[in-house]
């Protein structure tokens, strides 16, 4: 299994997405500047979080017209898995290839600390190395991680089942206190319609190894290689 990580002006991430899926792919993956226009054929797409362009505008709007994201958008219509994970969250939204939109956090402080997340569906490529229900333990770090849409695209991705993540308490519950930045249903990540496509804002590459302080991240590295191999 071969992978990419996009890297953008202002990306911090994207080491430890890389250091995360060469550890799950054995394969080095292919760091990819955000000014190429093309990049090789790969089973998998990452777009890493940081603060890409100084969050200027938005959260993400300046990377979204970045040459590669041309690219992206192309291979995610055919089916190739995009992860977008913080910052990639947000440029995945601003893109168009997500729905809604991440604001500041209802607090309007950045957060960083390890909050609680349900695994909402394992029915896709994303979630498989989990079980629905499972509890993760995963770091955050952001300001503008309130997830934000319409009442009828909410609908549609609670009916379609397209919530992947929800922010709780570490007994699963949800609760305003749990809910770390105001994020409406309390929606810590969702897929596109073709369910190719997740967007979260937790850090799942942040603990990915037992050095780090646990693995509830490294599931997620290992059922996606396990899924596309």
């Known amino acids: 299994m071969k992978a990419a990580v996009i890297v953008f002006p202002g990306s ?3 080491r430890d997405l890389q250091v995360s899926l060469r550890i799950a792919t ?3 993956p292919l760091m990819v500047w955000h000014g190429d ?3 090789d054929d790969v089973d998998l797409i990452a777009v890493p979080g940081g603060f890409s362009y100084g969050d200027y505008l938005r959260a993400g709007a300046m990377a979204a017209k970045s040459p590669v994201m041309r690219e992206i958008i192309a291979r995610a219509n055919k089916g190739v898995p995009v992860l977008g994970i913080c910052n ?3 440029i995945l939204t601003e893109s168009g290839l997500l729905p809604g939109a ?3 956090n209802a607090a309007l402080k950045y957060i960083c600390k390890d909050i609680h997340l349900r695994v909402e569906t394992n029915d896709t490529a994303f979630t498989r190395g989990y079980a629905t229900g499972d509890v993760l333990r995963i770091p955050i770090a952001h300001h503008d991680g309130n997830y934000f849409a319409d009442p009828d695209t909410l609908d549609e991705l609670e009916q379609e089942n397209r919530v992947a993540f929800r922010y709780t308490n570490a007994q699963g519950e949800q609760s305003a206190d749990a809910n770390p930045n105001g994020s409406q249903h309390h929606i810590a990540g969702i897929l596109n319609k073709n369910r190719n496509v997740l967007g979260m804002m ?3 590459e942040r603990l990915a190894d037992a050095a780090l302080g646990g693995e509830d991240g490294k599931r997620m590295f290992e059922g996606l290689v396990r899924a596309i191999a």
Do not use: A, I, V, Y
Request: glycine share 12%; with cysteine.
């Open 12 to 14: 911090n991430c994207d």
């Open 26 to 28: 054995g394969n080095e």
């Open 37 to 39: 226009s093309s990049f």
């Open 88 to 90: 990639g969250f947000q």
């Open 102 to 104: 991440l604001m500041r």
């Open 202 to 204: 937790p850090h799942p």
